[in-house]
């Protein structure tokens, strides 16, 4: 995993490099199979939480969905490669693990939602697996 305690500021882009970004990851990836996340990302959705970190070079070049009351999703206008998952309240942005330009460095940290992960596919190893109901009460707890 990255070593975030130095702040380390990783670099990104989109498929077609119309947006670039840096952010600064909090942790190590996780995989969310909500089924928001698996329809907009068409599989399930590795995002790293990079906090209020994240700097795109060029604003222009993304387009910001209202997916929720609590949530935004950003893509690239050019390409369409899925960006951003920003809670609407601040402080939380998950980059698309795919989108850093060495997605290798994240350790598999944890799997969410998981009661909506489809029979189709199962991720190998041991890491913390949370309900809907208690990544909600995460966010309630942090508001």
């Known amino acids: 995993m990255t070593d975030t305690s130095h702040a380390e500021r990783l670099t990104g882009r989109c498929l077609c490099g119309a947006v670039t970004f840096t952010a600064v990851p909090k942790h190590g990836m996780h995989a969310c199979h909500c089924e928001n996340c698996r329809r907009w990302t068409g599989g399930v959705y590795l995002g790293v939480d990079c ?3 994240v ?9 910001v969905y209202d997916s929720s009351d609590w949530a935004t999703r950003s893509f690239c206008r050019a390409c369409g490669s899925t960006l951003f998952w920003t809670l609407k309240g601040g402080g939380l942005t998950a980059v698309s693990a795919q989108a850093f330009d060495d997605p290798s460095v994240f350790a598999f ?14 991720f190998a190893g041991d890491r913390d697996r949370m309900t809907g109901e208690e990544v909600m009460a995460q966010f309630a707890e942090g508001a």
């Open 51 to 53: 906090g209020d970190s």
């Open 55 to 63: 700097e795109v070079a060029t604003p222009e070049a993304v387009a």
């Open 109 to 122: 940290e944890s799997e969410i939602f998981i009661e909506s992960k489809p029979d189709n596919y199962d």
